[in-house]
């Protein structure tokens, strides 16, 4: 089953511009993650947010959740060309378990 | 710390091969998770483990595949025999406080069955 659905599936920006990347799902949850994932690489987590919470921050990251909206973005202000990867937001299932949305590619072109 | 550690990091077999995956957790994890990653797919759940034990395998596509964690520190993924369609990167995750908390993944093993 997939909880998280990411949009868009690919974006494109120029270095120096923010970059959002939204992430709906659909049954209620406890939290939600946020991972990145380098070409050829495993995923890196990169912010976890609760249900209770609205927006977190983590260096040039901010995530925002809207529990009413089943709803999640991430910023990335700045972006470099290191940001150059894929994003996936995950959502807590029963049982200890996550579910990945199929991600959003990010380009940052110099 | 080493971070999740798995081997072999490229495999290519034959198809009706066995193909058996490793992996490393890091020390005091309790939690063990093994994904499948496809273009298709996405990023699948298979198996995860709390303590050694197998909590929920559900996500196992058939009985040619099987895992086990024999100690805290090894894991296993066995497909006997291996088809074309097993064709994926599989990683391993794991995590000290629970599937639903962060997840510390190693670098994949990239499976080809030709």
């Known amino acids: 089953s997939q909880q998280g659905e990411e949009d868009p599936q690919a974006l494109s920006i120029q270095e120096g511009e923010n970059a959002t990347m939204n992430c709906s799902y659909k049954?209620?949850?406890?939290?939600l993650q946020w991972y990145r994932q380098n070409s050829g690489r495993g995923l890196v987590h990169l912010i976890l947010?609760?249900?209770?919470?609205r927006e977190k921050h983590s260096g040039r990251l901010r995530v925002t959740l809207d529990t009413s909206k089943k709803s999640s973005s991430l910023l990335i202000t700045a972006s470099r060309a290191a940001d150059t990867a894929s994003y996936f937001c995950?959502?807590?299932?029963?049982?200890?378990?996550?579910?990945f949305g199929k991600g959003t590619r990010l380009h940052i072109l110099p | 710390d080493a971070g999740v550690i798995q081997s072999p990091r490229h495999e290519v077999t034959e198809m009706g091969q066995e193909v058996t995956l490793r992996c490393k957790p890091i020390?005091?994890?309790?939690?063990l998770f093994w994904y499948r990653q496809t273009m298709m797919r996405g990023l699948e759940l298979l198996i995860y483990?709390?303590?050694?034990?197998?909590?929920?395998d559900s996500g196992m596509p058939e009985d040619r595949f099987s895992a086990k964690m024999p100690n805290a520190s090894f894991s296993t993924l066995k497909i006997q025999p291996s088809e074309p369609r097993d064709s994926a990167v599989y990683f391993c995750?794991?995590?000290?406080?629970?599937?639903?908390?962060?997840?510390?993944f190693g670098p994949g093993t990239r499976l080809t069955v030709t």
């Open positions: 995750a794991s995590s000290s406080q629970g599937g639903d908390y962060e997840q510390y």
């Open positions: 049954t209620s949850i406890n939290n």
């Open positions: 947010i609760r249900s209770n919470e």
């Open positions: 995950a959502t807590d299932e029963r049982d200890d378990k996550i579910i």
């Open positions: 020390s005091g994890h309790d939690y």
């Open positions: 483990f709390n303590n050694n034990v197998p909590i929920d």
